[in-house]
């Protein structure tokens, strides 16, 4: 069983950051494709970020040039920067693992997930 472990995540004004971060202990699969998803109250799960094994990065267009997704050099955790918050942003953040190198944007991909983490983002 692959448990990942999210973390980072409260309340910040609008135009302020937050850190996401999401570790998989004992496990390698954040060496791999991995993603962060979010679902606000009442909308479905949607893509946020995914980071590829050789660390080719992508993001939805929603989140493009305010948000970073990176990964540390011992592989073991992965990071999602959180910058410019807009409200609509408020959600709660999922990581995503898999042990494809580039499994994309399609949730269906990711075999492994984290509990989720709260993010608020007030006006």
């Known amino acids: 069983q692959v448990r990942l472990v999210e973390s980072g995540g409260g309340l910040v004004q609008a135009g302020g950051s937050l850190t996401l971060s999401c570790t998989a202990p004992g496990r390698a699969v954040m060496s791999y494709g991995v993603g962060w998803f979010r679902q606000a109250p009442g909308k479905e799960r949607e893509f946020v970020a995914t980071?590829?094994?050789?660390?080719?990065?992508s993001y939805a267009d929603s989140v493009n040039g305010r948000f970073t997704i990176s990964r540390d050099n011992a592989k073991t955790t992965v990071n999602l920067q959180m910058t410019s918050l807009k409200p609509e942003d408020t959600a709660v953040y999922y990581c995503a693992g898999s042990y494809l190198s580039n499994p994309g944007s399609r949730s269906d991909n990711y075999p492994y997930w984290g509990q989720g983490t709260q993010v608020t983002v007030s006006s």
């Open positions: 980071i590829t094994w050789s660390n080719g990065k």
